[in-house]
């Protein structure tokens, strides 16, 4: 088992997007979910932009992965098929992508998406270069209210958890991973928060 960490700098709910009971990445950080295998964890921090660095945004248990076809087959995930006409958990929708009957990529007017709803070339390109998507069950969405890491687990081991730049952090050592999967223990779980890509109530 794995922890894999990265800062999360753009949190609209698309990426991961925490609806409808499960935690999902099914779009950008290709190689985590290239990599990613059941029973690891996912990290994600919040971005300076944001005045959130070093919070906790979402971190999941990957429970199952599926190809992007499966995906948009599977009837538990139709609610992260993204709709302009509901609610912003609706909008951002992250189940995107399948393939038509010759192959090709098709995007459903998205997050990822040009400005009149066409596909994107460049998200499209970047988001099936890995034609995998983690599913978490288990997990723990704060958004914008993520609490702070503890300070141990970014100084009191050879490497910080949290990451400062862009990547993913994943080859961490022995005794921080169970450090860290202590604390995840402890964190209330399923959708805590608002993202804080989102405009204030």
Not at 57 to 65: C, G
Not at 98 to 126: C, F, K, M, T, Y
Request: charged share 20%; aromatic share 10%.
């Amino acid at each position: 088992m794995r922890i894999f960490s990265y800062v999360v700098l753009h949190d609209f709910g698309f990426a991961p997007n925490p609806f409808g009971g499960t935690c999902t990445l099914a779009t950008c950080k290709p190689q985590i979910r290239r990599t990613g295998h059941v029973g690891d964890w996912i990290v994600g921090t919040g971005s300076a932009q944001k005045s959130l660095a070093g919070r906790l945004v979402y971190a999941m248990r990957v429970s199952e992965t599926l190809t992007f076809n499966d995906y948009w087959r599977d009837p538990r995930f139709a609610g992260k098929v993204p709709r302009t006409d509901g609610a912003l958990k609706h909008v951002y929708g992250d189940n995107i992508y399948h393939q038509d009957e010759s192959g090709r990529w098709q995007q459903a007017d998205s997050r990822h998406s040009l400005a009149d709803g066409s596909a994107n070339p460049g998200h499209v390109r970047i988001d099936t270069s890995t034609d995998r998507v983690l599913i978490g069950a288990e997990f723990s969405y704060f958004g914008a209210d993520g609490p702070q890491i503890p300070a141990e687990l970014r100084s009191g081991y050879d490497v910080d958890l949290v990451l400062s730049g862009r990547g993913h952090r994943c080859l961490l050592p022995a005794d921080l991973v169970t450090a860290t999967l202590a604390w995840l223990g402890s964190l209330e779980r399923g959708l805590l928060g608002r993202p804080a890509g989102w405009p204030a109530r």
